[in-house]
Nanobody, 127 residues
């Protein structure tokens, strides 16, 4: 399984940006994709997750109402639409994935629960 994050860049405060996570080599029929971010000098934190089994979405309080996670236009892609961006959103954004089936309990929302990771994409928000 390989995960590829893309779409990072430089935006100004208040602007929007969409980043994508493309999965390849999947052998899972359903799975969850999580987005995490790591700002300079800080620990990596969970941002949002999407479960393909029922299209359920989950958000950290810091991004709720501003970020939207959804299935992308191409198969096995999960996008993160970031709006009303703030300088504190500046970070390297990583996507992670795991198989997930309803009945397994809540989907993984923490770093330790994900086994597969992609490389990061840098998002910079200038003030």
């Amino acid at each position: 399984v390989q995960l590829q994050a893309s779409g990072g860049g430089l935006v100004h405060s208040g602007e929007s940006l969409r980043i994508s996570c493309t999965a390849s080599g999947l052998t899972w029929s359903t799975y969850v994709i999580g987005w995490f971010r790591q700002a300079p000098g800080k620990k990596r934190e969970w941002v949002s997750s999407f479960a393909t089994v029922d299209n359920s979405t989950y958000y950290a309080d810091s991004v709720k109402g501003r970020f939207t996670i959804f299935r992308g236009a191409t198969e096995d892609t999960v996008d993160l639409q970031m709006s009303k961006m703030k300088p504190e959103d500046t970070a390297v954004y990583f996507c992670a994935g795991n198989p997930y089936i309803l009945g397994w309990g809540p989907p993984p929302l923490t770093e330790d629960e994900y086994d597969f990771w992609g490389q990061g994409t840098l998002v910079t928000v200038s003030s």
